[in-house]
């Protein structure tokens, strides 16, 4: 009897260590396989920009908050490039955001003044007692264009009183024209 627990015993002793062995060999093998390198490293392959991209330019003017979009006036300089040398050559630090979607990138650039439209806008203002047109973005920022022959003092009241108070704003040089037409009456 004491022979058979012996031989029990040894072959429960047989099998833990077949079962340890086993274990610490899938141990072992999972040890060496994170310790292995790839053979080459695979990066994507970016694309590059050519005939068909479509380059879109927005510029984004913050002292008025317009958004111009248009073409980009430079597609020629960035065939042949990958978005990231195209982030080098327009950089953050100079005012670019570079997005790229499929077939698209879109450069966006923050300009930290008004746009054209902004300058192209006309007032009547008062200048030595007489009607004048400045030209600029706002009345801050104008500058004078030409005084005219009508007297401040010839108006009526109520249009003297907008005059000074810079309600005779124009978006175009022919509606200021239309405007002065108008007042040609009090010379």
């Given at each position: 009897?004491?022979?058979?627990?012996?031989?029990?015993?040894l072959?429960?002793?047989?099998?833990?260590?077949?079962?340890?062995?086993?274990?610490?060999s899938?141990?072992?093998?999972?040890?060496?396989?994170?310790?292995?390198?790839?053979?080459?490293?695979?990066?994507?392959?970016?694309?590059?920009?050519?005939?068909?991209?479509?380059?879109?330019?927005?510029?984004?003017?913050q002292?008025?908050?317009?958004?111009?979009?248009?073409?980009?006036?430079?597609?020629?300089?960035?065939?042949?490039?990958?978005?990231?040398?195209?982030?080098?050559?327009?950089?953050?630090?100079?005012?670019?955001?570079?997005?790229?979607?499929?077939?698209?990138?879109?450069?966006?650039?923050?300009v930290?003044?008004?746009?054209?439209?902004?300058?192209?806008?006309?007032?009547?203002?008062?200048?030595?007692?007489?009607?004048a047109?400045?030209?600029?973005?706002?009345?801050?920022?104008?500058?004078?264009?030409?005084?005219?022959?009508?007297?401040?003092?010839?108006?009526?009241?109520?249009?003297?009183?907008?005059?000074?108070?810079?309600?005779?704003?124009?978006?175009?040089?022919?509606?200021?024209?239309?405007?002065?037409?108008?007042l040609?009456?009090?010379?």
């Open positions: 009897m004491r022979h058979k627990g012996t031989i029990a015993l072959v429960a002793a047989l099998l833990l260590g077949v079962g340890l062995g086993y274990l610490l899938l141990g072992l093998s999972f040890y060496n396989l994170s310790e292995r390198k790839p053979i080459a490293e695979v990066q994507p392959v970016q694309s590059r920009v050519d005939s068909n991209t479509q380059v879109i330019y927005e510029r984004e003017y002292r008025c908050g317009h958004v111009i979009i248009s073409e980009f006036p430079n597609t020629i300089e960035l065939i042949g490039k990958t978005v990231d040398e195209i982030k080098q050559l327009y950089s953050a630090e100079h005012g670019y955001v570079i997005r790229s979607e499929g077939n698209t990138i879109t450069l966006r650039q923050t930290n003044d008004w746009c054209p439209e902004e300058y192209e806008k006309t007032r009547l203002k008062e200048y030595q007692g007489y009607l047109v400045y030209k600029g973005p706002d009345k801050d920022h104008d500058e004078l264009i030409r005084v005219t022959s009508i007297k401040i003092e010839a108006l009526p009241d109520e249009i003297a009183a907008a005059v000074r108070q810079g309600q005779y704003e124009f978006e175009s040089e022919a509606s200021l024209n239309d405007a002065l037409e108008s040609d009456e009090y010379m």
